[in-house]
């Protein structure tokens, strides 16, 4: 019996309360900080490629609302036909869907049957049904916690409230919790009005369309075993189907009369007008009983239709009837095929090569040119009956299994993506947000290792099913199979193959030069030279027994599949510090290592281990060798609790240190940070928990992560990403707070260390930003990453001072400070300008970001830069200049004390220009900052003297001298204010002309240009031909008119100080960055 257990009923708020207090849980018992990480967001870097969709439903009132379930990645909707999705799903405990309806009566009412059902190794478990009233923006838990996967939810066309759900139950067990099950309150009570057998669940559901009390269940016998891969046993004497005439109250099975008597396995069911019932069949026979089954009265008498040998498959069983043409049928599988004469001819309806592998097709009962199909590369929608689909390049639900990175900066990561191919993608775009251009295919298989090769990035190597290794260059875009034995045994007897593996193919670099590349079978092999040549490095490692005959060629159970040698390496683990240490564990449940290279191994496999428990990873300490730790995933064994070990003697004695971790959420892995002794960091499969004293005690780091089964974690330098099985690639920025925390600080104010903060700009496009709603992954922060924590709330303004090497200020911030209000036209959307940055004054932890400019200098008019992301920002130019790489201090004020913290600032890794070069251009640009600023006191001066002109103007009666005199004196200014020549006085030509040098001097790396140097001689020579002329205005001639105005009885025009000089901006009501 599973020892998971229900979570929490669900809506937003609560899940909001539950991530903000997710680390506090611990802080009694745990001597670790349980704020550290209060500040950390993780960061979706997508790709935003489609992954496993299992189920799919449209709303009948609402032609472009649709949604789907996917396997692990939650339930996703959209309101414009497929052109964008979003999750609605992100509060539930759970990821992956089995089953989704909405309720014909009230299509606000929808319902989430939670475990997806497909007869598959890496099967993804729920816990029970989830029900929204709110087409999906918040969900309840309405219970069957233990039905683990749910195949079908019908919902009567008349009652939101009544309906009937289909459950398969455990996987990897026996348990009762499996049949069909009625409900007649919306889910707040359920009967079990179908049980077979503690094996046999119910896997489809189908209601006949002009009488819902009329039910048909197909039933499935199904165990997965973690020895059998493939062909593992999925059928027995509990499938078949069974048929209901009272809305599902009581079941008759279905016999005879043409229905195949064989031992059946998976069964899918649609049903038509005029009694009509479809029946696609899976049977141990295939040649016998599998194919499509039709009956015209109700499931009395059956015929055989097709035997085509696509139909019937443990892992495609769907069939859908057009609603408005009885004998028009589709088939979901590898393709979608269609049939015009109820099932004897069929074409393609859709589908590619490689085979999409569709699981399910919706099609609007109203409307037969609706439907939305659901397969392996994501949700697609069509409102014309096929002739064109959406697009699943927008859903980011990809399954990664393995996440490994490159050395190169910005730095990339690579993993395959289950059913969709091979992925690297950027951790940083030069283009301000990750986007189809900053990722590609590095050939390789689908879900498995994609490692760089670690000297140079343009190689990287992929496993595959079956032992695959390929090597792909990215300068020819050759792929090239390097395998060490080129015959694929997926899915075969082991004991049939010299060399066998199962459905994760593990390889991995040694960690020092020369590079030695290992791959596990059940044995060990290694290449020197990028797969040319193959060493078998050890004998097998698995615990096979040595003459074992008995059942090795039968279906074994687990003894028996332990003793004949089913079991192969799975994970692999260099040392780091040493080529000659190996560690490997084995999917049967041992954990070995060699020193000398491999020439002698020893088994050190924890006594508790469980037979059969996947070793899924291994990771040795880079701080303190012997010290290893081993995640150890037991849930297709029905075993759902986390399993992590510790050894800090090579493996003479173990410590189990899962206890801190919730028991009913395996462990897929758990990595050692390389800087900070004992911090570990941990995927489950519903997120990540971080550990401060080496698995001591754990706490929650989800954060803002959705749940998701985290199938791996890598660390690169100060960033921790997560490959998540069904919603992509994650990263968590920045982990210094973490290194740093300690029980000392946990309740004190402190200043963080920084980690080193690199030289870049946000955004260097320079064409049309890509529109809002094209799907677009998360950039890094750009600048200095400042974490801070304060006991309390600060008693008034709390201040960050960021002082250079000589101890002078670059940049001052304030709590107190308001947003800058600056002259700027917006002539765009509000969503293009992001949040201000702010200092948090409040208690906890605050994450700052300091963008490495300088303060920006005054102007007349700013403009805004066409470097945009929607929703994230769009800077006002000109900008200060960047600071140079070098040494800073921070220094933070919280009342009245101050709290220092050195900074480094280094220059982006791919710019060669030297210090020198870099100071000249930041002292050039800090010239033309100047210029503008003179401009803007100069022309401030100059509009302030011209407004108080024209009201002096105002209040002359017949003065006529004196008008004129007023107006000779404005003349004299207006050379100042007007005119469009390069050779013009104009301050506002000026403004223009020394802002595009200015914006243009700090886009790049670079010196100075002749050019720039040039252009600003000249306007800064205007310039200050332009403050000469009005600095004689401004004194005698002045002087003269205010003698004449104070004559007259008129106050007298003044200048205005500095503070006083304001360019006009833009109403109050705009947005302003």
């Known amino acids: 019996m599973s020892t998971r257990s229900l979570l929490r009923p669900l809506s937003k708020l609560a899940c909001a309360c539950l991530l903000a207090c997710a680390a506090p849980l611990y802080a009694e018992t745990s001597p670790a900080p349980s704020h550290a990480g209060d500040a950390l967001q993780w960061r979706q870097l997508g790709p935003f490629r489609g992954g496993w969709a299992t189920m799919a439903a449209g709303d009948p009132s609402k032609p472009d609302t649709f949604y789907i379930g996917t396997a692990g990645g939650g339930v996703w909707k959209t309101n414009d036909a497929g052109r964008t999705w979003l999750p609605t799903s992100d509060t539930m405990p759970t990821a992956s869907i089995g089953a989704i309806a909405v309720a014909p009566s009230n299509p606000n009412v929808i319902y989430a049957g939670s475990g997806q059902v497909a007869a598959r190794y890496d099967v993804a478990a729920g816990n029970g049904m989830y029900r929204s009233d709110d087409d999906g923006k918040s969900w309840q838990h309405i219970g069957l916690t233990e039905s683990k996967h749910i195949g079908r939810i019908l919902v009567d066309p008349h009652d939101a409230n009544t309906l009937l759900v289909g459950v398969l139950g455990h ?94 396995a998976r069964i899918g069911i649609a049903t038509a007008s005029g009694n009509r019932v479809y029946a696609v069949v899976h049977s141990t026979d295939p040649r016998k009983d599998s194919g499509l089954y039709r009956s015209d009265d109700g499931g009395a008498n059956w015929q055989s239709v097709s035997h085509e040998s696509w139909l019937p498959n443990d892992y495609f069983s769907r069939i859908t009837v057009d609603p408005q043409n009885r004998d028009r049928l589709y088939s979901a599988g590898q393709s979608i095929r269609r049939s015009d004469d109820g099932g004897k001819h069929w074409d393609i309806f859709k589908g590619a090569p490689g085979g999409d592998d569709y699981h399910f097709l919706w099609i609007d009962p109203r409307d037969s040119q609706r439907m939305i199909a659901a397969s392996d590369q994501g949700a697609v929608v069509t409102v014309n009956g096929g002739m064109s689909w959406s697009s699943w390049y927008n859903q980011p639900t990809g399954q990664f299994y393995h996440v490994a990175t490159d050395n190169q900066f910005p730095y990339w990561i690579y993993s395959g993506q289950q059913d969709s191919g091979t992925v690297g993608i950027a951790s940083r775009s030069d283009y301000g947000s990750l986007s189809y251009r900053d990722w590609r295919p590095v050939g390789g298989d689908e879900r498995d290792y994609d490692l760089p090769y670690p000297d140079d990035p343009n190689i990287v190597f992929g496993s595959g099913l079956g032992g695959r290794v390929s090597r792909w260059d990215r300068r020819t875009g050759v792929v090239q199979n390097v395998t060490a034995w080129p015959v694929n045994s997926y899915g075969q007897r082991p004991t049939d193959f010299k060399y066998h593996y199962t459905w994760i193919t593990p390889i991995a670099f040694s960690a020092k030069p020369p590079y030695a590349l290992y791959l596990g079978a059940q044995v060990l092999f290694r290449s020197t030279d990028q797969g040319q040549h193959w060493d078998v490095i050890s004998p097998d490692l698995s615990a096979k027994k040595q003459g074992a005959k008995e059942a090795c060629e039968g279906n074994p159970n687990a003894q028996q599949a332990r003793d004949c040698g089913y079991g192969v390496i799975y994970s692999i683990a260099p040392a780091p510090a040493s080529n000659d240490e190996i560690w490997i564990g084995t999917d049967d449940g041992t954990i070995q290592f060699t020193r000398d290279a491999g020439k002698n191994w020893q088994n050190v496999t924890p006594k508790d281990l469980p037979s059969w428990g996947i070793v899924s990873s291994l990771d040795l300490s880079a701080l303190k060798p012997g010290t290893a730790y081993a995640a150890v995933d037991n849930h297709r064994q029905d075993d759902f609790r986390p399993h992590v070990w510790r050894t800090n003697d090579y493996g003479k004695t173990w410590a189990d240190i899962s206890a801190g971790l919730p028991q009913d959420d395996f462990v897929s892995v758990v990595r050692a940070d390389p800087q900070r002794e004992g911090l570990l960091f941990a995927g489950t499969d519903r997120g990540v928990y971080v550990s401060f004293d080496d698995g001591g005690h754990w706490q929650s780091l989800q954060r803002n992560l959705p749940t998701a089964w985290v199938r791996d974690l890598t660390i690169h330098g100060d960033d921790l990403i997560a490959g998540t099985q069904g919603r992509a690639i994650w990263v968590l920025d920045d982990i210094a707070p973490l290194r740093q925390a300690s029980t000392d600080n946990a309740r004190k104010t402190v200043l963080y260390t920084p980690a080193d903060a690199v030289r870049v700009r946000a955004n260097e496009n320079k064409d049309t930003p890509l529109p809002p709603d094209e799907p677009l992954g998360r950039n890094p922060p750009a600048g200095a990453i400042i974490d801070y924590q304060l006991a309390s709330a600060a008693k008034g303004p709390i201040t960050l001072d960021i002082l250079d090497s000589d101890g002078k200020t670059v940049r001052h911030f304030s709590s107190g400070e308001k947003p800058e209000k600056l002259p700027a036209e917006r002539y765009f959307q509000k969503g293009w300008l992001g949040s201000p940055e702010t200092l948090g004054s409040s208690a906890g932890m605050h994450r700052f970001v300091w963008n490495l400019h300088y303060p920006r200098p005054e102007a007349l008019l700013y403009g805004y830069s066409i470097a945009a992301t929607w929703d994230s920002d769009t800077p006002l130019t000109p900008e200060g200049p960047l600071a140079l790489p070098g040494k800073y201090q921070l220094v933070l004020t919280v009342n009245g004390k101050s709290y220092r913290a050195p900074l480094n600032v280094v220059g982006d890794p791919r710019v060669s220009l030297d210090q020198n070069a870099l100071a000249e251009g930041l002292a050039f640009s800090r010239e033309v900052g100047n210029a503008l600023q003179q401009v803007w006191q100069t022309h401030g001066e100059v509009d302030a003297v011209r407004d108080q002109l024209d009201q002096a103007d105002k209040k002359l009666a017949n003065n006529k001298s004196l008008h004129d005199e007023i107006d000779a004196f404005r003349k004299k200014t207006d050379p100042l204010v007007s005119g469009d020549s390069e050779t013009t006085t104009n301050l506002e030509a000026m403004n223009d002309a020394l802002t595009a040098i200015a914006s243009d001097v700090e886009g790049a790396d670079r010196a100075p240009t002749d050019g720039q140097r040039q252009a600003f001689a000249e306007y800064k020579a205007n310039l200050d031909k332009a403050a000469a002329q009005w600095q004689s205005i401004r004194g005698a001639d002045l002087a003269t008119l205010n003698a004449h105005l104070h004559t007259a009885g008129i106050k007298a025009i003044t200048l205005p100080a500095e503070n006083q000089i304001h360019s006009e901006g833009p109403a109050d009501s705009d947005d302003i960055p």
């Open 171 to 264: 996987y990897f067990g026996p348990n009762k919790e499996r049949g069909v099950y009625r409900s007649t309150d919306g889910g707040k009570t359920w009967q079990q009005t179908l049980f077979i057998n503690a094996d046999t669940g119910v896997v489809d559901l189908a209601a006949d369309p002009s009488d819902p009390k009329i039910v048909y269940a197909a039933a499935w016998q199904v165990r997965n075993y973690p020895w059998l891969s493939y062909f593992q046993p999925n059928a027995g004497r509990g499938s078949g189907l069974y048929k209901s005439t009272d809305g599902g109250l009581s079941w008759k099975r279905i016999s005879g009369h043409g229905w195949p008597a064989g031992t059946l």
